[in-house]
């Protein structure tokens, strides 16, 4: 079963004849373990597509499905709950709450939804663990450089085990080597069974999927192989 569908999706804004049509007929599906990279110029309807994939926006028309759950036919509680355990979102600017440590931004979605507090603490210091994140979990957002609190920002997507990461230009206020750095994690998450949305402007890191939909005034107007780069030599050359 794929982790996400979109079915003849639309999604316009205001009314005729001045209204905006920011997706048209978008069709798609991303398996567990896929990183699919959606490209296009500004204003094409990239960040909607995320938004709607996500659960964040009602689409105009079509249908969305989020791990065999059906988004229109959800009420607002059951959705809710859906996004917070299955769907993780990632963005440009990292949210970090500036006054919790790395371990602490990263355990409160799981005292949100219930955890007790000592125990998610354990489980944010242990995925912190697992991606070479140790070093900070200890330090306020402001102690830590972008491309640390980017990563950080990253685990605290899929704390819990969530199933799909939207991630919306996370690397754009990155240098080259933190953009890198992030990228990989992005993709170990997918070799770990995580199926992740990346848009993105840099094939550079487009490079990094295993497909790139290009988006044009709303519309998906090609699909394609990864563009040949260096990272994806040296992913495969690792496989």
């Given at each position: 079963?794929?982790?996400?569908?979109?079915?003849?999706?639309?999604?316009?804004?205001?009314?005729?004849?001045?209204?905006?049509?920011?997706?048209?007929?978008?069709?798609?599906?991303?398996?567990?373990?896929?990183?699919?990279?959606?490209?296009?110029?500004?204003?094409?309807?990239?960040?909607?597509?995320?938004?709607?994939?996500?659960?964040?926006?009602?689409?105009?028309?079509?249908?969305?499905?989020?791990?065999?759950?059906?988004?229109?036919?959800?009420?607002?509680?059951?959705?809710?709950?859906?996004?917070?355990?299955?769907?993780?979102?990632?963005?440009?600017?990292?949210?970090?709450?500036?006054?919790?440590?790395?371990?602490?931004?990263?355990?409160?979605?799981?005292?949100?939804?219930?955890?007790?507090?000592?125990?998610?603490?354990?489980?944010?210091?242990?995925?912190?663990?697992?991606?070479?994140?140790?070093?900070?979990?200890?330090?306020?957002?402001?102690?830590?450089?972008?491309?640390?609190?980017?990563?950080?920002?990253?685990?605290?997507?899929?704390?819990?085990?969530?199933?799909?990461?939207?991630?919306?230009?996370?690397t754009g206020s990155l240098?080259?080597?933190?953009?890198?750095?992030?990228?990989?994690?992005?993709?170990?998450?997918c070799d770990g069974g995580?199926?992740?949305?990346?848009?993105?402007?840099?094939?550079?890191?487009?490079?990094?999927?295993?497909?790139?939909?290009?988006?044009?005034?709303?519309?998906?107007?090609?699909?394609?192989?990864?563009?040949?780069?260096?990272?994806?030599?040296?992913?495969?050359?690792?496989?």
């Amino acid at each position: 079963m794929p982790v996400l569908t979109l079915e003849r999706v639309g999604q316009q804004y205001g009314s005729p004849p001045r209204h905006v049509v920011a997706l048209d007929d978008v069709s798609l599906r991303v398996e567990g373990g896929e990183l699919l990279a959606i490209m296009g110029p500004s204003g094409s309807g990239k960040s909607t597509l995320l938004h709607v994939a996500g659960g964040l926006e009602r689409p105009t028309s079509g249908r969305v499905v989020l791990s065999g759950h059906d988004v229109g036919s959800l009420g607002q509680a059951e959705l809710s709950l859906v996004l917070r355990r299955r769907v993780g979102f990632v963005f440009q600017a990292v949210n970090l709450l500036a006054s919790l440590t790395a371990a602490e931004n990263v355990s409160l979605p799981l005292e949100l939804d219930g955890m007790r507090p000592r125990s998610a603490m354990a489980s944010a210091r242990d995925l912190l663990s697992t991606l070479g994140l140790s070093e900070v979990a200890d330090r306020l957002p402001g102690q830590m450089s972008g491309g640390q609190q980017q990563r950080v920002a990253i685990a605290r997507a899929l704390i819990g085990g969530r199933s799909l990461l939207l991630a919306d230009e996370p690397t754009g206020s990155l240098d080259s080597r933190s953009g890198e750095a992030v990228m990989r994690l992005l993709r170990e998450q997918c070799d770990g069974g995580c199926a992740v949305v990346l848009v993105t402007h840099d094939s550079r890191h487009a490079a990094w999927a295993d497909r790139v939909l290009y988006l044009r005034d709303g519309r998906l107007v090609d699909e394609l192989g990864p563009p040949a780069g260096p990272e994806r030599l040296l992913r495969r050359a690792r496989v």
